[in-house]
């Protein structure tokens, strides 16, 4: 039984491919699967077996399969989805083709340690925090629909026959995947549903991630496209300031307003207070013009200027962590918008106007 990959664990990441700008794909196993077994006192889970099953039984009960895929552990944030594919291994069935289909689940559930015994049709003892047929999270946490929480329309619907690997793949299922990599918070996987739940038996049985045969795990393939590399230009110019050095202004981390990890870093400068400022505009067409001990480059009478909170600087260093949830109204920044950034630092021993400059950065942003 393969137990590293537990709730929390990182992604299986089977597949990656290709540089930035180009349509790459990723193979992610699930990090989640367990079966809903109908009984009306939630008793019964199976979060570390080896299969999930999905239909109805010969004596009229219930399964349902839970699936989560870590979908923004596994692609990058700001990327455009092109088209997603979920395969599982059907491995046994009593009955013939069966229309099988994947919904959106709209609450969190729980896999842990339960282990049904023989082909686990039966279930086991479900384990503090499984997911049950009325348990989110046994024991105390519920569904609000027994049997799960999903969306009524199914993302993406095939038909299980033989023993072998099915997939699904929709439109749909690829909306759901790009919202899951948007807004993770809102991922809680797909449950994967018979389409006649009616008096008919129609089990159907598949590997889950625990299978000792890794090529059987449940994969969600994704197709995507990654945001595009930042683009940040240098621009305008700084005079050497007290440190015997004109001050640089560079950004690390990311461009993309989805990944909100875009860092401002001005350097070499005086160890005193700076602050950053940026604007949409360019002062003197980008040539700058004469301020404190240095040039004023971003900023112009058509785009003000938006200030930054002040820093304090250690190491000859000027840094500022850009949150993008945490912008003023009149400073807010968008995909595809291009600004100017520029620090301004406190700098007596300088001397002059005991203040200077580094010089420009122009910078555009993606999704």
Not at 312 to 329: C, H, R, Y
Request: aromatic share 8%; charged share 15%; proline share 7%.
């Amino acid at each position: 039984m393969n137990r590293a990959l537990r709730r929390g664990a990182l992604p299986v990441v089977l597949a990656l491919a290709a540089p930035a700008l180009q349509a790459d794909l990723v193979e992610v196993v699930s990090d989640r699967d367990n079966t809903l077994y109908e009984q009306s006192v939630g008793l019964t889970s199976n979060g570390a077996g080896d299969h999930f099953f999905s239909g109805k039984t010969n004596i009229g009960l219930l399964r349902r399969a839970v699936l989560h895929f870590d979908v923004a552990g596994a692609v990058p944030a700001g990327s455009t989805i092109h088209s997603a594919t979920l395969r599982f291994e059907m491995t046994k069935t009593a009955v013939g083709s069966q229309q099988l289909a994947v919904h959106r689940l709209t609450a969190d559930w729980g896999e842990e340690s339960s282990h049904s015994p023989g082909d686990e049709g039966g279930g086991d003892l479900a384990a503090a925090g499984d997911a049950t047929w009325i348990h989110r999270f046994s024991p105390t946490e519920l569904w609000t629909s027994w049997g799960g929480d999903f969306e009524p329309v199914a993302s993406a619907t095939t038909s299980v026959g033989g023993l072998g690997s099915y997939s699904w793949s929709s439109a749909a299922l690829a909306a759901d995947a790009q919202d899951m990599l948007d807004a993770p918070a809102s991922n809680f996987g797909w449950i994967l549903k018979n389409v006649n739940e009616g008096p008919d038996k129609t089990t159907k049985r598949f590997n889950t991630r625990e299978h000792p045969q890794s090529s059987t795990w449940p994969t969600l393939i994704l197709d995507y496209t990654p945001p595009a590399p930042c683009t940040a230009t240098n621009y305008c110019s700084s005079t050497p300031n007290s440190t015997g050095q004109a001050a640089l202004i560079s950004q690390t981390g990311s461009c993309s307003i989805a990944d909100n990890s875009f860092t401002l870093v001005a350097s070499p400068v005086p160890n005193t207070i700076g602050i950053f400022f940026y604007s949409m505009g360019q002062t003197n067409g980008g040539a700058g013009i004469p301020f404190g001990n240095g040039l004023r480059c971003a900023g112009n009478p058509q785009n003000a200027v938006v200030r930054r909170r002040p820093t304090s600087i250690s190491g000859n260093q000027q840094v500022d962590a850009v949150d993008f949830t945490d912008l003023p109204a009149h400073g807010l920044i968008s995909p595809g918008q291009t600004w100017n950034f520029q620090a301004w630092f406190r700098d007596p021993p300088g001397g002059g106007g005991s203040f200077d400059l580094s010089d420009g950065l122009e910078v555009t942003f993606t999704p």
